[in-house]
């Protein structure tokens, strides 16, 4: 765990401004990646229509219905984690004054982010057509579900919708012999995450190209489409073999064994993975030195090789069980990863917060919130020897860096801004 | 096998003349399946042949003084050194961090492991079991009185490749800005964990539930934890659904779906964060009926018109199959003189001002070895 907030000497994106117009979750981590890496991202927000991320059960007391309906905007602490290091304009986009002050906005910026469902940019004259002629070179970056064209262009979706579409949700759950219904759900964001990188990925593309050609672009981030870009593997296993994938449960032909297996205490779980005969004499060897009443894994045929393994997979899943019941499973993994073997605990958000290897490596940092206080939010997940990312300020307050956008960035004076408030423009 | 693989790849995809180096045996991928016909053979690795699209190959032998010499030769003219070696060789092919920044000022390495080149796990043995293990992906996903379940067919290597095309293109443009500073001399050493992406752009999320509310997590089958009903996975007549529509206009054309069933009158089927969180069964087994009088294409077209965020779970052949992305002409149709022709995944994004475009297959073990090495 460290501070954040130490110098970042050479943040690499120091030179790009982006028009982040995101909410709910692909869209601000989109924005929030770019702003590790250091470009000025400016949240564009309002009263008028708050990102739901705003809303919901406050970080202190109990007050769910309250926070429904927006009166804890800064006390939202996912909403931290997704919009740190950027900053906050209120603009009315329900007004015609706040979408041209908008439009200004993204004329002085290099990118304009979105997450809106297909048509939404156009009606607010922030589509790449329109922009391009207050800003030559503007790249305009966009998350639809679905995409723009196509018969599912205006389908209604969430992560889970889009992971049941590419086929992924068909692979999450036990092997169909086991009589279990399908799993399906995972407990995260998966294609909102996939959709976050292949944008930010998109731009910083799209940037590199600017910056050679003076040539801006429209990028389009498909939920689909990124999800199932990571998908080739069954898409081709159903190619070459004629046979639907169907859940694996934790097997991997590649493997054996290879599961999640229960330890000594109330469910503690510890991930064993054997891929080699090297592998797989040092985990029987390990297990043979505990019970030396029984016969030898180490020379057991049913083992012998990978294909035995494969073959009797369910059996060794019996095997190791009977031993690991025993152990903790950081015992299990240090004895196992001393013999060079792949062993981990599977750890839930607790163990993961305590564990030594993922502070060090600062995968969760503290930083200052003026109204929350000392606060974690997740860190940055590259680290860059020479132009390091960082988080280096909390997510901004509603309209926090109204005076900076509009009075240093579009020129406009006190008084105007003072009107714009009245009318509810900036608001 | 995969994430830096995938990541080089996601690179091509964008212009980048990406040079596969494998060892003379060949990527331990090839050796991977799935091949046709169940059939193992070193040049129809489906996972070689997806992972390696568009690339070119060279074989180099990394025990051997010559082979590493060949591989620095290699990187003196590269942009962006991809690599995701086992730990012990790092230092024998002179590809640490020390190393590299010494031999070659200006090159951009993206490092890609399973817990990362620090810490104290640098030097475990790993696979993406315990990636999603340390990652807190397995410990929430499977049936609550069953074994936890690592995401299907290595998802977060993929991921983590992904990101890694991400901070490659970053460190391009910090090169290209002209920034120095330090011993920053344009080339840097890009440290990923497969499992630091995973915690934080994934999991990281749990983190205030568990310090706001002491929620450490749990496995909730088919249903989403912490959430608004209806959220889960259910059986419809020829295969499953997955229905997610929290917002309350979504829920109603939902309802109206069903016929407006006299259920919700009651004040217990009102609630809808109980239903979600205190007895979801009972509330699933409300709207189950329903699915199981109808199958994913009626769902899927009911659904669409009503605008309700619900959609059939499809299997991998129908995924291939579905005509939106056919008709958005997604897929790549790519033929390997020696696997045949098959249907791959698209790019994950598209600029549509510089499309990318798949030039060749997978290159054959050591095809391009005259072509780069001169041999």
Redesign the interface.
């Known amino acids: 765990m460290t501070v954040a907030g130490s110098p970042m000497p050479l943040p690499p994106l120091r030179n790009v401004r982006v028009v982040d117009l995101g909410s709910a979750w692909a869209g601000p981590m989109a924005g929030h990646l770019l702003a590790d890496m250091g470009a000025e991202v400016i949240k564009v927000e309002s009263r008028a229509r708050m990102d739901g991320m705003r809303l919901g059960r406050p970080m202190v007391g109990e007050d769910l219905a309250g926070g429904d309906r927006g009166l804890w905007p800064e006390l939202q602490p996912v909403f931290h984690g997704l919009n740190r290091n950027k900053l906050s304009v209120t603009l009315n986009l329900r007004t015609e004054a706040g979408r041209g002050l908008l439009q200004q906005l993204a004329s002085v910026s290099d990118v304009v982010l979105a997450n809106f469902s297909p048509g939404v940019l156009e009606r607010l004259g922030m589509d790449y057509a329109s922009l391009r002629v207050v800003k030559r070179d503007i790249i305009v970056a966009s998350m639809p579900a679905f995409g723009d064209s196509g018969p599912l262009r205006d389908m209604v979706a969430y992560a889970p919708i889009i992971q049941a579409m590419s086929g992924m949700m068909s692979l999450v759950g036990y092997a169909p012999d086991e009589g279990e219904p399908l799993v399906g759900e995972l407990q995260a964001a998966w294609s909102d995450t996939v959709a976050a990188l292949c944008a930010a990925l998109g731009v910083v593309a799209a940037l590199r190209r600017r910056n050679r050609t003076g040539q801006g672009q429209y990028v389009e981030a498909a939920h689909l489409e990124g999800t199932a870009a990571l998908l080739g593997v069954p898409m081709l296993d159903y190619q070459m073999t004629g046979t639907i994938p169907v859940p694996p449960g934790n097997d991997d032909p590649d493997f054996a064994p290879h599961n999640n297996y229960p330890c000594a205490g109330d469910d503690t779980w510890i991930a064993i993975g054997v891929s080699t005969d090297q592998e797989w004499q040092a985990l029987a060897g390990t297990i043979d030195s505990d019970r030396t009443d029984r016969v030898r894994l180490a020379t057991d045929a049913r083992f012998a090789d990978q294909s035995s393994r494969w073959a009797n997979r369910r059996a060794l899943d019996e095997v190791i069980a009977e031993w690991t019941i025993e152990l903790s499973p950081q015992q299990v993994t240090e004895r196992l990863q001393a013999a060079g073997v792949a062993a981990m605990p599977v750890m839930n958000i607790a163990d993961q917060f305590a564990d030594p290897h993922l502070n060090a490596r600062e995968t969760y940092v503290e930083i200052d919130h003026p109204h929350a206080g000392a606060e974690m939010v997740y860190g940055v997940p590259w680290r860059f020897s020479g132009t390091p990312g960082a988080v280096r300020t909390p997510a901004p307050l509603l309209g926090q860096h109204n005076e900076y956008v509009l009075r240093q960035l579009l020129g406009i004076d006190g008084s105007r801004i003072d009107d714009l408030i009245a009318q509810q423009v900036v608001y | 096998m995969v994430s830096a693989p995938?990541c080089a790849k996601?690179l091509g995809e964008?212009g980048a003349d990406v040079i596969k180096v494998e060892p003379p045996e060949g990527d331990a991928a090839r050796?991977?399946?799935?091949?046709?016909?169940?059939q193992p053979h070193v040049e129809?690795s489906?996972?070689f042949?997806?992972?390696n699209l568009g690339k070119r190959g060279v074989t180099l032998n990394a025990n051997e003084p010559a082979g590493i010499d060949g591989l620095h030769r290699l990187l003196a003219d590269t942009d962006i050194f991809v690599e995701n070696q086992a730990y012990p060789t790092l230092a024998g092919a002179g590809i640490t961090?020390e190393e590299l920044?010494v031999r070659h000022p200006h090159l951009i390495t993206v490092s890609l492991s399973p817990?990362?080149r620090?810490?104290?796990?640098r030097e475990?043995?790993?696979?993406?079991?315990?990636v999603?293990?340390?990652?807190?992906?397995?410990?929430?996903?499977?049936?609550p009185h069953?074994?936890?379940?690592?995401?299907?067919?290595?998802?977060a290597g993929?991921?983590a490749g992904?990101?890694?095309?991400?901070?490659a293109?970053?460190?391009?443009?910090?090169r290209?800005?002209g920034?120095t500073?330090?011993?920053?001399e344009?080339?840097?050493?890009?440290?990923?964990?497969d499992?630091?992406?995973i915690?934080?752009?994934?999991?990281?999320?749990?983190?205030?539930?568990?310090?706001?509310?002491g929620i450490?997590?749990?496995r909730?089958?088919?249903?989403?934890?912490l959430g608004l009903f209806p959220?889960?996975?259910l059986?419809c007549r020829d295969g499953?659904?997955?229905i997610?529509a929290?917002q309350m206009e979504?829920y109603q054309r939902f309802l109206h779906l069903l016929g407006d069933p006299d259920w919700t009158d009651n004040p217990r089927y009102r609630d809808r964060r109980a239903m979600s969180d205190q007895y979801p069964q009972e509330a699933e087994n409300l709207i189950a009926p329903w699915f199981m009088e109808h199958d994913k294409a009626e769902i899927l077209q009911l659904?669409?018109e009503n605008?309700?965020?619900?959609?059939?779970?499809?299997?991998?052949?129908?995924?291939?199959e579905?005509?939106?992305?056919h008709?958005?002409d997604?897929f790549v149709e790519s033929e390997h003189p020696d696997a045949g022709a098959?249907?791959?995944?698209?790019?994950?994004?598209?600029?549509?001002?510089?499309p990318g475009r798949i030039v060749r297959p997978a290159p054959l073990l050591g095809q391009h070895n005259a072509d780069v090495l001169g041999r």
């Open positions: 995938f996601v964008f050796r991977a399946g799935p091949f046709p016909g169940a129809r489906g996972l042949l997806f992972a961090a920044r817990y990362g620090t810490g104290d796990y475990y043995a790993g696979y993406d079991l315990q999603n293990a340390l990652s807190g992906m397995s410990f929430g996903t499977g049936h069953r074994e936890p379940l690592t995401t299907p067919v290595r998802q993929y991921l992904l990101g890694g095309a991400y901070a293109i970053v460190a391009l443009l910090a290209e800005s920034l500073g330090g011993e920053y344009g080339g840097q050493y890009i440290d990923i964990a499992s630091g992406v915690s934080t752009l994934l999991t990281g999320y749990h983190l205030p539930t568990f310090i706001y509310r450490a997590g749990s909730s089958g088919n249903r989403m934890r959220n889960c996975v059986p499953y659904v997955c997610d929290p979504q659904c669409l605008r309700i965020p619900c959609a059939p779970v499809l299997t991998m052949d129908e995924a291939l579905l005509s939106h992305l008709q958005r997604w098959y249907r791959f995944p698209g790019a994950p994004v598209r600029l549509h001002g510089s």
